[in-house]
């Protein structure tokens, strides 16, 4: 397991000054990364390869949103390698070290040269040092159907600071993107399913909708094919006194 101290920050907070869902994301993602970096395969260790971890699936369980300025211990754990994929869990922790949100993700090893994914390397493999997962209600598949009836938002162009080092779309930005049309801005479970990459200066049209209880937005390209899938259910409120 790796981990990391954080404190809460003033441009991750919502209107009620607590941490927003695409900020607990980012944190995650952040944790990931300084993890590879620091056990050096991180992203010059796969610029030389011409390589990149892919995200495929989150899937975020949220108890708490911690408040401004609290403390928190970020965590994440690699636990297994199946072909082309890896597998982590994340979670946050309050300074009790009582468990305030916790994940699960997906990512693809990909071939940028030869334009598909692959095994990662062995070096790789050996340099992640495996967990048991977390305890947790996994989902049970990785791909969000959509309603069959859907919304149309207004579209949007993809901006520069919406990329990454892979000059794509981060994946906390689609985050960012879908949790504006949901009706909840705090919730207790989300998932999204990654499948085509946007670049900048593409044209996102979102679509909303509701299937088996959850709100789901498809952030679609101009052909109607889905970049990323979010769903989100369960409203959260602060305990009573806060």
Known sequence: MYSKEERIRFSEVGPDGRLTLPALVNYFQDCSTFHSEDVGVGLPYLSQRNCAWLMSFWQV?????????????????????????????????????????????LWLYYNAVKGRPERPPREMVEAYQLDEPLEMDYAGSRKIPLPEQMEERPPFLVRRTDLDTNR??????????????????????????????????????????????????????AEGQPYAVAAARGAWQPPEGE
């Open 61 to 105: 369980s949220v108890d708490s949103y911690p408040r401004l300025g609290e403390t928190v211990q970020v965590e994440t754990r690699p636990y297994a390698f199946e072909h082309f994929f890896g597998r982590r869990n994340f979670a946050m922790r309050d300074a009790q070290g009582r468990i305030l949100a916790k994940a699960d993700s």
């Open 168 to 221: 794509h779309v981060n994946n906390g930005q689609y985050v960012r993107m879908a949790a504006d049309f949901f009706t909840e801005e705090r919730v207790r479970e989300f998932r999204m399913e990654y499948r085509q990459a946007a670049h900048l200066g593409d044209r996102v049209y979102p679509r909303v909708g509701i299937r088996d209880g959850w709100e789901i937005v498809a952030l679609c390209g």
